[in-house]
């Protein structure tokens, strides 16, 4: 088995084709390509029938020569330590190509809480906390939820912390309820980078937003908010896919003078399933769920689910298409990248375009140690400023180069880092 | 002028009245003279009579007392004439009369008023008293003169009964005799002779007199009857002699329902007069032997609620007689019923009364509540058809059963048309005042179902009634509703089902139930706050710590018929009693995807049963919702918090169901799991439960033994399967199911999946699966592989796939391998689980290392992999994913996979095709089951080959026509499709052409499976066409012409 998938080799290879580009010599590759600093501990937790069980929880730092480093904390069954290796070291690219003052880290504990009450799961939180709080910290590192975890076991952690060092502390950790130490603007946030990344690729082309048209896929969290921004800069959608759960199938949603999204909202449901009857009943025509890519629009966004742009349906999109902005995670398949480029359509990488999250994190965090809550204008007022200034350098840098978007802002990130280690004089 | 005639009257009617009254006291003055005898105060009442009568100087009176006659003076029989029998111990021994000598006008009853026939009455009632107190005086008096004599005790009962009650005597004297006789006392044997048979005739005579007039017949047997007695005292002691006649004396006295509950002819009115009496009688210290108190409670269960013996076996332990009394009161029967109250109905009457009678824990007593209930007898729908001349409806089960379903519309209608005996409308009238204005729901309560342990769960009809109006429209609401549900009964579904268990010829007696609907009005909306099925076997365990005992809920808000049925477009809330805290759903993501979004609801304003969205509920009336706090959860982004009680806004914010707070706030939980154990310890198995909650208390609708359905019925493999042909077997969390004809095993190989090099191919394999889900044939082939199946977060770790790439196999299924000196732990599906759960696909896990397990690896090794036939473009993936033609590699056998959860066993074995095997039962008798007719694969069939004879090939330019699928394989279900492979040349005229026509066979084929099946299908015919060029290609379905695996069947076409 020995070249058996291993996420951890995959990121390690993708680093050293930067590195390479970079021109970064041994001690920095050596630095970068292996995380920092690694907890591994045991977590022994009192099950509700009363015996004990010892779960094994880890805390993986990759780097923080930007700043404290950050990341999730994950609960899986079979956590692996070279995943957790791999998804601290994408932490440290992912703040540093949204230019954010933090590093990379994440953490987990091997469970199933599918097999846990929610006592138990409370338990194994306030554990890991006590496992690991000297390591950890709103200037050290700071967790987030990740998989099977979520804002409860954010508050638990933060409670034990808290309870340990005597301090309220809130900027420990993110991901936490408004009125909790919470950030107004969560929920857009990513939504609204995507669209704010594509209004600075329009600037770029010449084009003013008003009168531009798009078509999407999926309709959730992150594309409606894209759309809701996307019509206040004077865009319509022409298309919209989402996913039906009773047909088990992607359906497209088209309407040619715009859809509406208010009214699309109120027939859809938490996940972004609209209601097909509803919707043909509003006057929006039907199609099959590859529609979104054919429209004859200028931007397509793909915010669904990974491999969504192939080669099977590369030479379905339409000539007029000038811009796809990543919404989703790995929705092109890297194979098509190259027609993309010949055909001189702009593509702003998942890395930036979904970067909106983590900028919203951060300033979480900012808000939590200054004990200070921003409203949402100034939450979103930042927001634009920040995901603006990201997404010009790594334009810029791609250009100055000649990379693609995706390289360049793979590269412009393991720069930043790179930079910050020699000027801190580690390499 | 008229005051005055009316005053005239009244004075004229006070003056009737003093003259009876004055009557009434000279005859208690009479009474009461102690110095008086018998004949004396005959004499006397006879001469105290006519003044009290409205007209005196005409009035004479007579007394007939044991044989006596007592008249006055001028005495003269007459036409005009009232009487009034005197009754002593229930039997008549005489009568007073009254007689006018002359025509007078007519009043009340002849020439006499209504009053006066009241005064008569009384009189002779009095009369009665006194005499019977004069007897019991005499005896009294003798008896203690013999006790002065030192006589035994009980000559002394022996003779006071000989005077009051010789009938009792002589049945105590018998038992006596048959007593000394189990005793083995010769001289009572030889008595036995002559004390019978002879006896009984005499007895029966004997009965009929009028004592003591008849003294001479029963002399004898009085005699004899004291005779028994000389015998028992000298063999047996005094006190014991006492002491039976004790018993059987206090047993004699409920010897009435004896007589009614062991005659079979005696009706339900008869039954239930006997127990209203026996119920005041035991308000005054009647008592029943044990033996005789359990055989009551045996033949009031068997006549009234259902004739199961293990019911009876249940309930003979816990409910009283009494107990039946209340019931019998709302129970609507025909008048000379014989009919029952059905399995439903009992199941509920016998919960009740476990909790009631048998149940300590009064915490939990004062919880449970059981809603107020009306019934029908089973034989109420053959009263109901005979009163309207229906009965040849009957008939209508012998039909074909595309027939049946034509018709069922009709009968229906005949049946709303007709009128329901007045004699049930009375009783129907009484449930409504009893029941109030709140919704009812009317339930069917089949004897059917309880007679061979058959489920017709969902056969028959309930019906919802809001019940409000004026009386008269509730009533016929209520009765519209029952004779729906009788129609029901004349249903295809019921038809049908009935003729695949082998129960057509049995009468259709269907009781019915009327209960209360348990909930609130909200809005213009009536509910329960929310409402559940519990079952004490847990059937889809989602985690290795829950086990099988530790049961299952499915809860929802609203009305419970969510709960009950499978549902395609929602989910109910899973909750295993047991380990609530062990949820299904962990994530918030999760949570959110499979919690209940509709509700069930009576809509008060239409009269209807609707389904609305939960949101819309409780957005408008969140703060009128009864414990609403204890069902839903805010949604915050990331965070779930359970709503305050007081204060919060449901009206703006995203809540979903998640019955947190039910679950850490209140103790329903545990209060229901508690019931269960109860009732699982008194029925010596699991039960099923169905419940509502108000917002206060749980109501419990039915209960019953847990009647799984067939395909949660513990199943064995058949016996010597040669090894070679056992595939697989595991021993650890097996559920109970059957999963029969696989025809192929997609099998992900774990070591060579765990060595895929590539992320994309790991992501490839994934899509293999859901590529092979959409071209194997439905529900015939199953999934197995390493691991968690759908694993996120981690690929490796398991194939990525969501519930859309599996939704067509027949089972999932996890293999443990060991990796690094552990077994890790498998998903138990609870990625998808619940889109399991609702499509009952099974799911296994394997542990093949565990050293008991047969795994056989040959077999997965050695076999043919068709993959690459089938997906060429994933052929460099074959090591990895395996296609198994299950017929092509064991000369065509199908897989069966045969799991008993009871003993912790499944078994993957090769052998015939099923059709069907009969399963190891524990519940139904297996013999009773005929092999299911219904070949929905073979008219089909048939049909396709019809439409390809009838094609015009040249016509539509085809040049092949092919079956492939379910029909093909002989395994079509009632909503399976005909897939259907036309290879054409044509243009795309011809093919447009081709296409209308059949359309038209579409639809007919459409209207001709409704027929059959009752399913309502779109699209019966899924055409695929086919070009020379895709042949060449193998694109698509062109795969399946030629293929190795599965291949379509050629069919003739028309002949040029």
């Known amino acids: 088995m020995g070249n058996a998938y291993n996420p951890y080799k995959t990121a390690q290879e993708q680093f050293d084709k930067a590195a390479v580009i970079l021109e970064l010599d041994d001690a920095a590759r050596d630095l970068l390509r292996t995380p920092m600093k690694e907890f591994h501990f045991s977590i022994p937790v009192r099950m509700d029938n009363g015996g004990r069980r010892i779960f094994k929880g880890f805390r993986i730092m990759h780097n923080d020569a930007r700043g404290p480093a950050k990341g999730g904390i994950r609960f899986h069954p079979h956590e692996t330590v070279d995943t957790v290796r791999a998804l601290s070291m994408l932490m440290t690219w992912k703040t540093a190509v949204a230019d954010i003052p933090l590093g990379g880290g994440k953490g987990g504990v091997i469970c199933d809480p599918h097999d846990l009450s929610l006592n138990e799961q409370e338990q194994i939180c306030r554990g890991w906390v006590r496992q690991n709080f000297k390591n950890i910290g709103a200037n050290i590192d700071i967790p987030a939820p990740e998989l099977m975890t979520n804002a409860q076991h954010m508050l638990w952690m933060l409670d034990e912390y808290e309870t340990i060092t005597g301090h309220r502390n809130p900027g420990f950790i993110t991901g936490k309820p408004v009125g909790m130490g919470g950030s107004l603007g969560r929920v857009e946030s990513t939504g609204y980078g995507v669209m704010l990344c594509v209004r600075e690729a329009l600037k770029e082309l010449n084009i003013k937003p008003a009168g531009t048209t798009a078509s999407f896929q999926g309709f959730g969290n992150v594309a409606r908010h894209a759309i809701e921004l996307y019509n206040k800069m004077g865009g319509k959608v022409l298309c919209v896919s989402s996913w039906d759960q009773k047909e088990m199938k992607e359906i497209s949603y088209c309407k040619d003078d715009g859809i509406d999204l208010a009214e699309l909202k109120k027939i859809t449901d938490p996940f972004g399933g609209i209601d097909k009857t509803k919707a043909k009943d509003l006057g929006y025509t039907v199609k099959e769920g590859g529609e979104w890519v054919r429209k004859d629009v200028d931007i397509l966004v793909p915010a669904a689910i990974e491999n969504q742009i192939t080669s099977e349906n590369i030479g379905l999109i339409s000539p007029g298409v000038k811009i796809i902005a990543e919404g989703a995670n790995n929705p092109t398949n890297p194979s098509v990248e190259p027609e993309l480029n010949r055909r001189n359509i702009k593509l702003i990488p998942d890395l930036l375009a979904n970067s909106g999250g983590v900028i919203c994190s951060y300033f979480e965090q900012v808000q939590s140690n200054a004990n200070y809550y921003w409203d949402r204008n100034e939450v979103f007022g930042k927001l634009d400023q920040k995901i603006t200034s990201a997404y010009i350098s790594v334009s810029e840098f791609s250009q100055k180069n000649k990379f693609d978007m995706r390289d360049a802002a793979y590269i412009i990130s393991v720069d930043r880092v790179a930079t910050a280690c020699r000027e801190r004089g580690w390499v | ?1056």
């Open chain 2, 1 to 1056: 002028m008229e005051n005055k005639e009316s005053l005239g009257k009244l004075i004229k009617d006070l003056r009737e009245r003093a003259k009876e009254i004055k009557c009434i006291y000279q005859v208690q003055e009479i009474l009461n003279n102690q110095s008086l005898s018998t004949d004396d105060i005959c004499q006397k009442i006879v001469n105290t009579l006519p003044p009290g009568f409205q007209y005196p100087d005409v009035c004479r009176s007579k007394i007939l007392l044991s044989g006596k006659e007592y008249t006055d003076q001028k005495f003269s029989e007459t036409k005009w004439c009232i009487s009034s029998q005197i009754m002593i111990r229930g039997e008549t021994t005489g009568q007073i009369k009254v007689y006018y000598t002359e025509e007078r006008p007519d009043e009340d009853e002849g020439p006499f008023l209504k009053e006066e026939r009241k005064l008569l009455d009384s009189i002779a009632d009095q009369f009665a008293m006194h005499i019977l107190h004069k007897q019991l005086k005499t005896v009294f008096e003798e008896g203690q003169l013999k006790i002065k004599e030192k006589k035994s005790e009980w000559w002394v009962i022996l003779d006071l009964l000989k005077r009051t009650d010789p009938r009792l005597l002589v049945n105590i004297a018998q038992k006596m005799l048959n007593y000394l006789c189990l005793s083995g006392i010769n001289e009572a044997e030889k008595f036995l002779d002559e004390f019978n048979p002879s006896f009984k005739k005499k007895t029966e005579l004997f009965r009929e007199s009028n004592f003591p007039t008849s003294v001479v017949e029963t002399n004898d047997v009085l005699n004899k009857s004291t005779h028994v007695f000389d015998i028992a005292s000298r063999h047996i002691s005094e006190e014991d002699i006492l002491e039976s006649i004790q018993k059987w004396i206090k047993e004699d006295r409920s010897g009435f329902m004896v007589n009614i509950l062991e005659n079979m002819s005696s009706s339900l009115s008869e039954i239930s007069n006997a127990i209203e009496r026996y119920h005041h009688l035991s308000g005054q210290g009647l008592e029943l032997s044990r033996p005789r108190a359990k055989s009551f409670r045996v033949a009031l269960t068997r006549r009234v609620l259902t004739d199961q013996p293990s019911f009876i076996g249940i309930a003979k332990e816990h409910v009283r007689v009494d107990d039946f009394n209340s019931l019998m009161k709302t129970i609507i029967h025909p008048q000379k019923s014989h009919g029952k109250i059905g399995g439903k109905g009992s199941g509920l009457f016998l919960a009740q009364h476990i909790l009631k009678n048998s149940v300590e824990d009064g915490e939990i007593k004062s919880k449970i509540k059981f809603p107020k209930s009306w019934y029908i007898t089973s034989d109420g729908i053959l009263e109901f058809m005979n009163y309207n001349g229906l009965q040849d409806i009957v008939e209508q089960k012998y039909k074909d059963i595309s027939q049946v379903r034509h018709e069922y519309p009709y009968v229906i209608q005949v049946f709303k048309n007709s009128a329901m005996p007045p004699e049930m409308i009375k009783g129907l009238s009484l449930a409504l005042d009893d029941l109030g204005s709140d919704p009812l729901i009317v339930r069917s309560s089949s004897l059917l179902e309880d007679r061979f342990g058959t489920s017709f769960a969902g056969k028959y009809k309930s019906l919802f009634i809001t019940n409000k109006g004026t009386k008269e429209k509730r009533l016929q609401q209520l009765t519209e509703a029952i004779t729906e549900i009788y129609a029901s009964t004349f249903g295809p579904d019921p038809i049908e089902y009935r003729e695949e268990h082998s129960l057509l010829d049995y009468l259709e007696e269907m009781g019915i139930i009327i209960q209360q609907v348990v909930g609130n009005r909200i809005g213009h909306y009536y509910l329960p706050s929310f409402s559940g099925v519990a079952f004490g076997m847990n059937e889809y365990r989602w985690s290795p710590r829950i086990e099988r005992d530790d049961g299952l809920m499915r809860i929802v808000p609203g009305l419970g018929t969510r709960a009950v049925d499978r549902i395609s477009d929602d989910y109910p809330m899973l909750i295993s009693p047991g380990k609530p805290d062990i949820r299904v759903n962990s994530t918030v993501e999760e949570k959110i995807r499979y919690s209940p979004k509709s509700l069930d609801v009576i809509n008060l304003e239409t009269d209807q049963f609707e389904t609305v969205q939960f949101s819309e509920i409780y957005e408008k009336y969140g703060n009128e919702y009864p414990f609403l706090q204890h069902i839903l959860s805010e949604v915050d982004d990331k965070y779930l918090r359970t709503p305050k009680k007081i204060g919060h806004d449901y009206s703006d914010k995203f809540h979903i169901v998640t019955f947190d707070g039910l679950i850490t706030k209140t103790s329903v939980i545990q209060d229901i799991r508690k019931l269960m154990e109860i009732f699982r310890e008194k029925y010596g198995t699991p039960i099923d439960l169905e419940f509502a909650h108000d917002g206060n208390d749980i109501y419990i609708l039915q209960c019953r033994p847990q009647s799984s359905p067939e395909e949660n019925l513990p199943a064995d493999p058949p016996l010597n399967i040669p090894k070679k042909d056992i595939i697989f077997t595991s021993q650890k969390h097996i559920p109970n199911g059957y999963v029969p004809d696989i025809t192929h095993i997609v099998y992900v190989d774990p070591a060579a999946y765990s060595a895929i090099s590539s992320y994309d191919d790991l992501v490839n394999a994934g899509r293999i699966i859901g590529r092979l889900n959409k071209i194997l044939p439905k529900r015939q082939f199953i999934l197995l592989g390493p691991g968690r199946w759908g694993s996120r977060g981690d690929i490796k770790l398991g194939v990525s796939v969501t519930y859309s790439d599996i939704n067509n196999t027949a089972a999932l299924i996890e293999i443990a391998m060991k990796k690094d000196e552990y077994v890790p732990e498998l998903s138990f599906g609870t990625h998808f689980f619940q889109d399991l759960v609702e499509a009952d696909i099974k799911y296994l896990p394997l542990y093949p290392e565990d050293g008991r397990s047969v795994f056989n690896s040959r077999f997965f090794g050695s076999s043919k992999n068709h993959l690459a036939d089938i997906l060429p473009d994933m052929a460099y993936l074959s090591n990895a994913v395996k296609v198994i033609d299950v017929a092509e590699v064991s000369a065509g056998k199908n897989m069966h996979i045969y799991m008993n959860g009871d003993e912790q066993k499944a078994f993957a074995v090769l052998s015939e095709p099923a059709g069907r095997v009969s399963l190891k039962r524990k519940v139904s008798a297996p013999e009773f089951k005929k092999a299911k007719t219904d070949l929905h694969w073979k008219w089909r069939l048939n049909y396709a080959q019809e439409i390809a004879l009838s094609l015009d090939q040249e016509r539509f330019g085809v040049k092949g026509f092919y079956i492939f699928g379910s029909v093909k394989n002989a395994t079509a279900g009632p909503m399976s499709d005909i897939d259907i492979l036309i290879h054409m040349n044509g243009t795309e005229e011809q093919k447009h052409d081709l296409k209308s026509w059949l359309e038209g066979w579409d639809r007919c084929l459409s209207r001709v499976n409704y027929f059959n099946t009752g399913h309502k299908t779109e699209k019966i015919l899924d055409v695929h066409f086919i070009t020379d060029e895709d042949i060449k290609k193998k694109t698509s379905f062109a795969l399946k012409i030629g293929a190795l695996t599965d291949a379509a069947r050629p069919l003739p076409l028309k002949r040029q």
